[in-house]
């Protein structure tokens, strides 16, 4: 598990014109987790408001669950965490019948995996994987699929797959957000 301080200056305009280059080359995922692992500046509009931001790279919770990235921030009151997984920008998040394709369905339940065993394992996590005040029900983001592979029909549909604290949005949304250089995140 690799750790950086992210906080400080907004990401170069050259480097989410980088990232969108790998992006629309990518197959699935993993091209675009080396390059976030690599400037995980990009990731900073998906932290919890705060200070300073933190991004972990691929840290074990038990020895099976792995989340793509955690991300930390500062605040009065302790850290604030958030949960980011990655799906292929190539995969659908909705099928044809409005419900949720086998790749989201599958992010989903790793995000309920990693709830749960942070929930039974919550003094584990804090004081033997060093993750400081993070609690089961922290924000948790998929990002998966492209704008242009989503039926209009169905925006209704896909904006109702953010609940329960778990944003799910795709790759061009995500692009949006580092070109804004903000961290609000907008339903």
């Avoid at 906080?7 to 969108?20: H, L, Q, Y």
């Avoid at 896909?158 to 799910?168: E, F, I, K, P, Q």
Wanted: contains cysteine; aromatic residues 8%.
């Amino acid at each position: 598990m690799e750790c950086c301080v992210i906080g400080g200056p907004e990401p170069a305009a050259r480097t989410v014109d980088d990232f969108e280059r790998v992006l629309s080359d990518a197959r699935d995922e993993r091209s675009l987790q080396e390059f976030l692992a690599s400037f995980p500046t990009l990731l900073t509009p998906l932290a919890p408001i705060g200070g300073s931001v933190w991004c972990l790279d691929r840290p074990r919770f038990g020895s099976e669950l792995i989340p793509d990235f955690l991300l930390a921030s500062t605040t009065s009151v302790g850290f604030r965490w958030a949960m980011i997984e990655l799906e292929s920008p190539n995969e659908p998040a909705l099928t044809r019948a409005g419900l949720p394709a086998k790749k989201l369905a599958e992010a989903l339940k790793q995000i309920r995996d990693w709830r749960t065993w942070l929930s039974d394992n919550v003094a584990y996590a804090r004081a033997e994987r060093g993750l400081t005040d993070i609690e089961a029900n922290c924000p948790a983001y998929v990002i998966i699929g492209r704008r242009v592979g989503l039926d209009p029909k169905q925006a209704k549909t896909y904006r109702a797959l953010s609940t329960d604290g778990v944003t799910v949005m795709s790759y061009d949304r995500l692009v949006e957000q580092m070109r804004r250089g903000t961290r609000e995140v907008q339903a």
